[in-house]
C-alpha cells in the first residue's frame, strides 16, 4: 500500500518559516518525480516546486527565492524549506510523486501565516 504523509504545518507570523516533510512508504520516491502543491479555501490547487528523480527543481514564480524543495533518498522522503512566509501562502499543503501514469496524494498539511 502506497502511502504519503506530509507533516510540518503549523502557524507562522510573517516573516517566519516552515519546514515540510514528505515521508513515503510502498513506493521507491527516488523513482519518481515529486511535488509540493497548495490549495486555499476557494482557490484551484497549485503546484509550487518540483523535484525530478534526476533532482532538478522548478518553482511557482510567486515561491521562488523563497521555498526550497528537496529529497533524501535514503530516506525516501522529500522536504520543502518555506522561508519568508506571506499571508498568501496560507493554504494546505500536498505531496505528490509522480511516474508516468501513476501518481500519489499525501493528505495534506495546514500551513496558516498570520500575526
Known amino acids: 500500500q502506497v502511502q504519503l504523509v506530509e507533516s510540518g504545518g503549523g502557524l507562522v507570523q510573517p516573516g517566519g518559516s516552515l519546514r515540510l516533510s514528505c515521508r513515503a512508504s510502498g513506493i521507491i520516491l527516488n523513482d519518481y518525480a515529486v511535488g509540493w502543491f497548495r490549495q486555499a479555501p476557494g482557490k484551484q490547487r497549485e503546484l509550487v516546486a518540483i523535484?525530478?528523480?534526476?533532482?532538478?527543481?522548478d518553482y511557482a514564480d510567486s515561491v521562488k527565492g523563497r521555498f526550497t524543495i528537496s529529497r533524501d533518498n535514503a530516506k525516501n522522503m522529500a522536504y520543502l524549506q518555506m522561508n519568508s512566509l506571506r499571508p498568501e501562502d496560507t493554504a494546505a499543503y500536498y505531496c505528490?510523486?509522480?511516474?508516468?501514469?501513476?501518481?500519489?496524494w499525501g493528505q495534506g498539511t495546514q500551513v496558516t501565516v498570520s500575526s
Open positions: 523535484i525530478t528523480n534526476g533532482g532538478r527543481a
Open positions: 505528490n510523486a509522480k511516474m508516468g501514469t501513476g501518481t500519489f
